[in-house]
C-alpha cells in the first residue's frame, strides 16, 4: 500500500536558516505529491505540489522536487522566518486512488529570532 | 470566496453517545473528504463522496458512517463513541477525482471532538 515516511521532528531554527525535511514515499503507479502546512490553531494548507518526476512545486520560497528515482520529495526553503513555524506534512495521492491522501506523521517547525 | 466550513468548532461528549459532524464545501466543489488527525498524527482517510455516493473508505470501523447532500454538503456520524476517537476532523473539498487528477483537497479548521 501507500505510505510516506517523513523526518522525525521537532526542528528547531535560528531565522534566515536553511530548511530541509525529508520526506520519501511508497506508492502504486505514478503519484502525486503534496507538502501541506498546519499553523497552530488551524486546519491543512497547501503549500505546494508535483505530479510528475523532475517536477518543481513552489510556493512563498518553499521548493520540493518529485526524485523518482529516489522516491523522495525533500521540502526546502533558503531563509526561514518566524511565521514559518508550523506543523508540516508531506502527503501523497496515487493515480489508482486519487480520491484520497496518505499523509506523513508530520515534522513540527519552530523558527526563533 | 469562502473555504471549506466545518461546524461545530468543537464538541465534548461521553463514551456510548453518538456524534454528527457538518460539513460544506468550496462553492463549486462537488467531492467531499473526511480525515481523522490523532494528536501529533497525520490526518488519516475516513470516507471520500463524490456526487452524493462513497467513493472510497479508509480502515474505520462501521461506527463511522457519512452521507452527501444534494447541495454537496456533508455529515459524519460516529456512533458508539470511545475514548479513542478524540482527535481533530477534518473535511476536505475538490472538485471531484478525474483521471490523472492531482488529488489536492481543500481542508476546512476541523471540528476538535473529545470523547470523556
Known amino acids: 500500500g501507500n505510505s510516506v515516511t517523513q523526518m522525525e521532528g521537532p526542528v528547531t531554527l535560528s531565522e534566515e536558516a536553511f530548511l530541509t525535511i525529508n520526506c520519501t514515499y511508497t506508492a502504486t503507479g505514478y503519484p502525486s505529491l503534496f507538502w501541506y502546512v498546519q499553523y497552530p490553531g488551524e486546519g491543512l494548507q497547501l503549500l505546494l505540489k508535483a505530479t510528475k518526476a523532475d517536477d518543481k512545486g513552489s510556493n512563498k520560497g518553499f521548493e520540493a522536487t518529485y526524485r523518482k528515482e529516489t522516491t523522495s520529495f525533500h521540502l526546502e526553503k533558503g531563509s526561514v522566518q518566524v511565521s514559518d513555524s508550523a506543523v508540516y506534512f508531506c502527503a501523497l495521492s496515487s493515480g489508482g486512488s486519487n480520491y484520497k491522501l496518505t499523509f506523513g506523521k508530520g515534522t513540527l517547525l519552530t523558527v526563533n529570532p | 470566496d469562502a473555504g471549506v466550513t466545518q461546524s461545530p468548532t468543537h464538541l465534548i461528549k461521553t463514551r456510548g453517545q453518538h456524534v454528527t459532524l457538518r460539513c460544506s464545501p468550496i462553492s463549486g466543489h462537488k467531492s467531499v473528504s473526511w480525515y481523522q488527525q490523532v494528536l501529533g498524527q497525520g490526518p488519516q482517510f475516513i470516507f471520500q463522496y463524490y456526487e452524493k455516493e462513497e467513493r472510497g473508505r479508509g480502515n474505520f470501523p462501521d461506527r463511522f458512517s457519512a452521507r452527501q447532500f444534494p447541495n454537496y454538503s456533508s455529515e459524519l456520524n460516529v456512533n458508539a463513541l470511545l475514548l479513542g476517537d478524540s482527535a481533530l476532523y477534518l473535511c476536505?473539498?475538490?472538485?471531484?477525482?478525474?483521471?490523472?487528477?492531482?488529488?489536492?483537497?481543500?481542508f476546512g479548521p476541523g471540528t476538535r471532538l473529545t470523547v470523556t
Open positions: 476536505a473539498s475538490n472538485e471531484g477525482a478525474r483521471v490523472g487528477g492531482a488529488g489536492e483537497q481543500y
